[in-house]
């Protein structure tokens, strides 16, 4: 994953007018020329339906999305970034206009002398998915004579039928190993840090199994509500846009086992195995939540249904809350909570590790205060680091005790950490898959998901600002648990 010589290579982002290539692809290929992982050599051509551009308006544009993040330095290299840009209109499921990029992309490799290494990275509303991958196929652009590579965004389908189909269809034009499926969460370096974390410390393993630890949350809660994204929101829903794949991927990468090698396959293929381990989820073990009006940073806030474009009967989920069991040797019998909402008092993701108290305790006739389990705290954002509480002696008469906290933050150690989109891109361009998500990986994910979101449900109300709805408070007590933020 570290820089290497790579051979140039085309890089065709659909979408080349959206969000996400301007705030995060395009900063993030600046940022891989700037540290030498791309060279140079390395074209883009953006690719939208939009018809008023060209090659130097798009340039402009791609300029302004620079200045805004900030990459105001190195003029020279800037320049030479800006001119590697060039812009072509496709009009969506039109068989002429897929022949017309093809030949435009041939002239680029023609023209730059470029050994036909090729990147489709689809940064389009998934409805456009398919018609693009059967363009892209129809007219033989799957293959080239050097690698070709199909990078797809979240959200993968919406069900465990549209994921199978859309699965289909990639099969139909693209082998698995030129596929990229796309959770950027996968991308931030505390995320792969579990791996370093978990397999190279002898101090962990011997722990980290259903004799010491007592259960195990993953939080993963912003401050804002839905923004400008009702349209897609209203049909998604909390559990599509983070369960299924964000919280997952954490718990896959907590929860397995260690691979035989760090090695695209090997790592997948351990985290299918949680997957296939975990036992359907009783209705009882899933509570649903919409926010109501609240108060975020002292500052009163509407609630979900009072917000523009969201219909005033709507059902949509905007919390939920999940009791996973992850039924194999290691974790049978450790509770695994999943959390996630929107409008909860702050941004945060984090896992949070609570290990089992002493079986006996000897201070009980001293002790003013109830134990507390050690926990461990993994803070993959923001203030990306972990934490180890343990149990001291308060200093005085007596037996008091206190829990303290040992802390590890990456900033204090670290310059920067590189954005996830800047990871995940250089991993495309050297060929690792490590980092995505493979087919079966997410078929599995969404067979465990679809019942959930088949079944009639409630939702709960809470409060804007507030850790969610009181019935998520019960999940966890019911088993004698209490979340570790709330
Ligand atoms: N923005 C983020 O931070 C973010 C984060 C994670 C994942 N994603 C995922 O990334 C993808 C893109 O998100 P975005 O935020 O960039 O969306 P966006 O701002 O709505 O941009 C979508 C882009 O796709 C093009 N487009 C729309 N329909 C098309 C079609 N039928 N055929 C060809 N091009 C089409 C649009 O331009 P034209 O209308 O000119 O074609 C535009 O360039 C989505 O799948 C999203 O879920 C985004």
């Avoid at 993953?218 to 794949?245: C, F, H, K, P, W």
């Avoid at 939540?289 to 989920?317: H, M, N």
Wanted: net charge negative; with cysteine.
């Amino acid at each position: 994953m570290g820089p290497t010589s790579i051979d140039p290579h085309l890089i065709v982002v659909f979408g080349a007018t959206g969000d996400l290539f301007h705030r995060k692809l395009l900063p993030a290929l600046f940022r891989l020329l700037e540290r030498g992982v791309i060279d140079g050599r390395f074209r883009v051509l953006g690719v939208a339906r939009r018809g008023d551009l060209d090659d130097a308006s798009f340039r402009g544009l791609c300029e302004r999305s620079l200045d805004q993040a900030g990459l105001t330095s190195r003029e020279a290299a800037r320049a030479a970034f800006v001119a590697a840009l060039d812009y072509a209109q496709v009009q969506d499921g039109v068989a002429a206009s897929y022949q017309a990029l093809a030949e435009r992309i041939a002239a680029i490799e023609d023209q730059h002398a470029l050994p036909h290494h090729r990147i489709f990275y689809l940064s389009l509303p998934p409805q456009a998915f398919p018609s693009t991958i059967e363009g892209l196929g129809a007219v033989g652009l799957n293959r080239s004579e050097g690698t070709t590579r199909l990078v797809i965004e979240k959200p993968f389908g919406r069900d465990l039928a549209s994921a199978k189909a859309l699965n289909q269809l990639l099969h139909r034009w693209f082998d698995e190993t030129q596929v990229y499926r796309i959770d950027h969460y996968l991308g931030k370096e505390t995320v792969q840090n579990l791996f370093v974390f978990r397999f190279a410390n002898a101090l962990f393993e011997p722990v980290w199994n259903r004799d010491r630890i007592d259960n195990v949350q993953i939080t993963v809660s912003e401050e804002l509500g839905v923004e400008s994204r009702a349209g897609y929101y209203e049909q998604a829903g909390a559990l599509r846009d983070m369960v299924q794949n964000h919280l997952t991927q954490l718990l896959c990468l907590t929860a397995m086992e260690p691979p035989a090698q760090f090695e695209a396959d090997a790592i997948r293929n351990e985290k299918v195995k949680v997957l296939r381990s975990i036992a359907p989820i009783a209705d009882d073990d899933v509570v649903f939540g919409q926010y109501r009006p609240g108060t975020i940073e002292g500052a009163p806030v509407c609630g979900y249904l009072g917000e523009k474009g969201v219909a005033p009967t709507s059902t949509t989920e905007t919390f939920v809350a999940l009791r996973v069991s992850v039924s194999n040797w290691r974790w049978q019998g450790v509770p695994f909570y999943l959390r996630t909402g929107k409008r909860m008092p702050k941004r945060l993701s984090q896992i949070t590790v609570s290990f089992r108290c002493p079986p006996v305790s000897m201070f009980q006739p001293f002790n003013t205060c109830v134990l507390s389990s050690n926990q461990l705290v993994i803070t993959v954002q923001p203030d990306e680091g972990f934490d180890l509480s343990f149990e001291v002696k308060a200093p005085g008469e007596g037996m008091a005790m206190r829990s303290q906290r040992m802390q590890y933050r990456y900033h204090e150690n670290f310059a920067s950490l590189p954005d996830g989109y800047e990871t995940l891109l250089a991993d495309i361009v050297q060929g690792d898959q490590t980092l995505f998500v493979r087919a079966d990986e997410v078929e599995k994910s969404w067979e465990l998901f679809t019942p959930v979101l088949e079944r009639p449900r409630a939702v709960h109300g809470y409060a804007a600002g507030s850790w969610g709805p009181a019935a998520a408070e019960q999940l966890v007590a019911r088993h004698d648990q209490r979340w570790a933020q709330r």
